[in-house]
């Protein structure tokens, strides 16, 4: 008997495949449908197909065109034209980010990705900064005019982010690497500012020191990772969503208490 209930358990657990096959068969179909609805131009939709796969990290996985011409379609840009104007932009700024680190071989220091905030474009420290420095490096300056040209004509706040291994640093103009960060952002947003013509009220600096890892600090390779500056195009806040009015009144709190007079009538 227990032989058999082992047999049956192992029959139903393999029944979750026919329920994923007919989703994924639901899916295809779905976008089947959705492509022949569309009027798209081909040739824009593989490149812009292409450049999103590099900016944002999704390679393969593409689903094969409907008509017989086995042309490699992805159904993500067939909406591209209906997404907010916003959304747009922020995409457009990952492809050219990806068209720029392909084209300068740079595919290995420059990555770009969505966050709940923005877009972020993460360069290594070793593109930017000579190691120990806030300076930046000849080359730095070429890769940051590039982010620039792709920035100038939003008008999205930006907040240049740095971030240091667990190393301590050996530098006295630096005594932690709280000072190293802050002082590698500020450079960067002098940079944008002063030399790449971007409005310094849209920048802002933040320096994290060691502490917002993105892998433990435990080899070569991981501090090499965590050791980044990270350009991060921000969401726009509606004004009315900057004020919400102050939770202490000033004039309340600096308003003298009349003491009551004896008797208990004022």
């Known amino acids: 008997m227990a032989r058999k209930k082992a047999v049956e358990g192992k029959e139903n657990s ?3 495949l026919l329920t994923y096959s007919d989703m994924i068969t639901l899916l295809l179909v779905f976008f089947i449908v959705l492509y022949s609805m569309a009027n798209i131009d081909k040739k824009k939709f593989e490149t812009v197909a292409q450049s999103m796969s590099r900016a944002f990290g999704q390679g393969g996985g593409m689903i094969k065109g409907i008509g017989g011409n086995g042309s490699a379609l992805s159904p ?3 909406f591209f034209a209906d997404l907010p104007r ?5 995409m457009s700024v ?3 980010m990806a068209e720029f680190a392909d084209k300068a071989g740079l595919t290995g220091d420059i990555s770009v990705n969505m966050t709940y905030e923005g877009v972020v474009i993460s360069l290594s420290d070793s593109l930017i900064f000579e190691p120990g420095l806030a300076q930046l490096s000849p080359r730095a300056k ?7 040209d792709v920035l100038k004509d939003l008008d999205n706040p930006i907040r ?6 667990n190393v301590p640093t050996n530098n006295p103009a630096y005594p932690t690497n709280w000072e190293l960060s802050v002082a590698r952002a500020v450079a960067i947003v002098r940079f944008l ?11 802002s600096a933040a320096g994290y020191g060691e502490y917002r890892p993105l892998v433990p600090n435990d080899t070569r390779e991981h501090r090499a990772i965590n050791r980044r500056a990270e350009i991060v195009v921000l969401y726009p806040v509606e004004k009315e969503q900057m004020s919400l009015g102050p939770l202490i009144n000033p004039q ?5 208490v009349a003491e009551p007079t004896k008797g208990g009538v004022n």
């Open 94 to 96: 990952g492809a050219s």
């Open 252 to 256: 309340s709190s600096l308003t003298p």
């Open 14 to 16: 393999e029944r979750w």
């Open 86 to 90: 916003e959304q747009q932009d922020f």
């Open 160 to 165: 240049v982010e740095a971030h240091t291994d």
């Open 193 to 203: 500012s002063e030399d790449c013509g971007i409005a310094p009220e849209r920048l």
């Open 142 to 148: 070429t890769t940051l005019q590039t982010v620039a």
């Open 76 to 78: 993500a840009p067939i």
